[in-house]
């Protein structure tokens, strides 16, 4: 009788681990609560039922009438929506790409800009800005594509550089560090020689979800897609690789091949994402931390509420951006780095002993 | 008897380093073969080839593996029980002894029912039926060296491979985690290749010892043969006492000042006082 009980006790637990239910409609929640602040708050107010039941009319096979001027239904669904959903996506896309990351480095402290994303997407879009090809509005403008191929290539290049080195998981950082600096020292070469156009390059830097209709997030959904759909096939082998390469390798994992498959699509969305919308920073930290904080540390269960809780993250951390000093908007990248800091020093001293 | 695994002139070079020459070693289905020797003699490289975790000229042999290139295949047939795991921050017992069944779910699956059964099965089997809940971390040496041999037990493999998987424990516990294998040995059939340091328990529990030094297998055979006061001279640099017991022998270091006491009374050939 005790055995049986010891054994039910232990294969509940064996059920328990991975992404629950309850976890699940805690992200859904989330994300429900940040879209319907994000379409309800602003400089017009207009009730929050009001806006469900206009988003409800949108969807095929429903008729129901919201109560909203034509004017104010334009408002919700042709500035507010399509920002409230690239806001989605980019929160979504940079929280899971860091997810993801730190399951494949092993290493907390590892973001989506840790192969030098950032900095390769800085010095495109400085390049682009300052040799006037666009002024970084716009989705098919050629500043986000030149930061998109500008990060794809410094990844690529940290890449490549890392494995020369060894192979290891530390090689392929101090690859991406080196790749970033040199980067970023180009990148200042060219804004000092432009410092006409500095304004305008720092406010890209800083980053920012501003659409115009819905060309950015169409041009963002296809590899948030990709990124989603193999990051998160690999959650569980993500979760095998914890144990370090070796003991994966004992327990018939390629170690190599799953990290450099999980990184590439990581990196794919994150470059995307930065192209869209600028740098910004912390996100692919503070969300995975808070979700692992919360539910537990399974990539199971950190990959996919990334993505809900990075969502409903970056919608909110964008209505206080817009309104905290309305009509001026403050660049997204203080409002996330704000909030972002103080709670990077909180895992720093919390996971410390982790770390080292 | 089938060799449940065989290396034949084993040769491993890591970083310039002649690390394996010539290793010659096979261990039948079901035995306990240990391998033993001074730090540095290759012992833990000898494992990681077995794994296929070093690049390796010579040959390889287990037992129904026709494909070593595929790692999940191989991971069905050895399981490994590291001499450090890696303990994952947060990883609940059930979720680490869950890691054994990834060469038979695939990387991408779910684990099934019956991946659950064996591992709740195991966890009962080790005395770890409460601890399914509980972070690897926060367990005591003790339980977390079962934890990491009941990961192993779920690949349910053929072959133990143990790195010194006593070292971090008591003596109470040394005692309990080789009683445990030994069993479970006997239970399933299993075959045992182990690295131990603590040479009387490597004679009490191994069918054969192996001992390795600078790269080479210089002596094998049963513990009685193998453990001798001039092998141990030779390759690990120490002066013992062996005192035959019933059980195998008891392999006793001796101080200078022991020594040159004993040096006046008559010694045997095999170093026992009379």
């Not at chain 1, 540390?297 to 993505?307: C, G």
Request: with cysteine; proline share 5%; hydrophobic share 50%.
């Amino acid at each position: 009788m005790t055995a049986t009980q010891g054994g039910d006790r232990a294969e509940t637990a064996l059920r328990a681990a991975g992404l629950r239910p309850a976890s699940l409609v805690a992200g859904l929640a989330a994300v429900v609560v940040a879209v319907t602040a994000g379409l309800t708050i602003g400089p017009v107010d207009i009730a929050a039922h009001r806006v469900v039941i206009q988003l409800l009319d949108g969807l095929p096979g429903v008729s129901l009438d919201s109560g909203l001027s034509d004017a104010h239904a334009a408002i919700v669904e042709q500035i507010r929506l399509p920002r409230v959903v690239l806001g989605l996506l980019v929160g979504a896309t940079l929280s899971m790409s860091g997810a993801a990351y730190q399951g494949a480095f092993r290493n907390p402290l590892a973001d989506p800009y840790l192969l030098g994303i950032a900095a390769g997407a800085g010095l495109g879009a400085t390049v682009a800005i300052t040799s006037n090809l666009g002024d970084g509005a716009g989705a098919l403008d050629p500043v986000p594509l030149a930061a998109f191929a500008g990060a794809l290539i410094s990844v690529t290049v940290s890449y490549a550089a890392g494995h020369l080195g060894g192979r290891s998981t530390a090689s392929l950082i101090l690859a991406g560090i080196a790749v970033a600096s040199f980067l970023t020292a180009c990148q200042t070469y060219v804004l000092q020689a432009n410092s006409d156009a500095f304004r305008q390059i720092f406010a890209w830097i800083l980053g920012r979800i501003a659409t115009s209709g819905w060309s950015e997030p169409a041009l963002m959904l296809p590899y948030v897609v990709v990124t989603a759909a193999v990051v998160l096939r690999y959650r569980r082998a993500l979760d095998v690789l914890a144990v370090g390469d070796e003991e994966a390798a004992a327990l018939g994992l390629e170690p190599r091949r799953v990290r450099m498959i999980v990184v590439l699509a990581a990196s794919l969305g994150a470059a995307a994402a930065v192209s869209v919308s600028g740098l910004i920073g912390f996100v692919g930290i503070i969300v995975p931390h808070a979700v692992r904080l919360a539910f537990g540390t399974s990539n199971r269960a950190v990959l996919p509420l990334s993505v809900l809780f990075g969502g409903a993250f970056m919608v909110l951390a964008d209505l206080a951006a817009r309104t905290a000093l309305a009509p001026a908007e403050l660049p997204i990248g203080v409002v996330t780095a704000f909030l972002g800091a103080p709670f990077f020093v909180l895992v720093l001293r919390t996971s410390r002993r982790e770390i080292w | 008897m089938t060799a449940a695994v065989s290396v034949r002139a084993l040769d491993v070079t890591l970083d310039g380093t002649h690390v394996l020459r010539g290793v010659d070693l096979a261990a039948s289905t079901g035995e306990w073969v240990n391998v033993i020797g001074p730090n540095g003699a290759g012992k833990t490289t000898l494992l990681r080839a077995l794994l296929g975790l070093v690049p390796f000229d010579g040959e390889i042999d287990i037992s129904g593996l026709a494909d070593q290139r595929r790692r999940a295949a191989r991971a069905r047939k050895l399981a490994y029980v590291p001499q450090t795991p890696v303990i994952p921050v947060g990883m609940l017992v059930a979720d680490y002894v869950l890691l054994g069944r990834t060469p038979h779910r695939g990387v991408f699956a779910a684990e099934t029912a019956n991946d659950r059964r064996i591992a709740v099965e195991i966890l009962e089997r080790l005395d770890l039926g409460g601890f399914g809940e509980r972070a690897v971390q926060s367990l005591s040496g003790g339980e977390r060296q079962r934890a990491v041999l009941a990961r192993a037990l779920a690949q349910q493999a053929d072959v133990l491979l143990l790195d010194e998987p006593t070292t971090a424990l008591d003596l109470g516990h040394q005692q309990d985690v080789l009683e445990l294998v030994d069993a479970l040995r006997r239970e399933r059939g299993l075959t045992v290749v182990a690295t131990l340091h603590d040479l009387t328990l490597a004679a009490r529990y191994g069918d054969r010892i192996a001992i390795l030094a600078h790269g080479r297998v210089v002596e094998t055979g049963p513990p009685t043969e193998v453990l001798t006061v001039q092998n141990i001279a030779a390759h690990f640099g120490a002066t013992v006492r062996i005192v035959d017991d019933p059980e195998g022998p008891v392999i006793v270091p001796t101080t200078a000042a022991g020594r040159s006491q004993a040096a006046s009374a008559p010694i045997t050939q095999n170093g026992d006082q009379p």
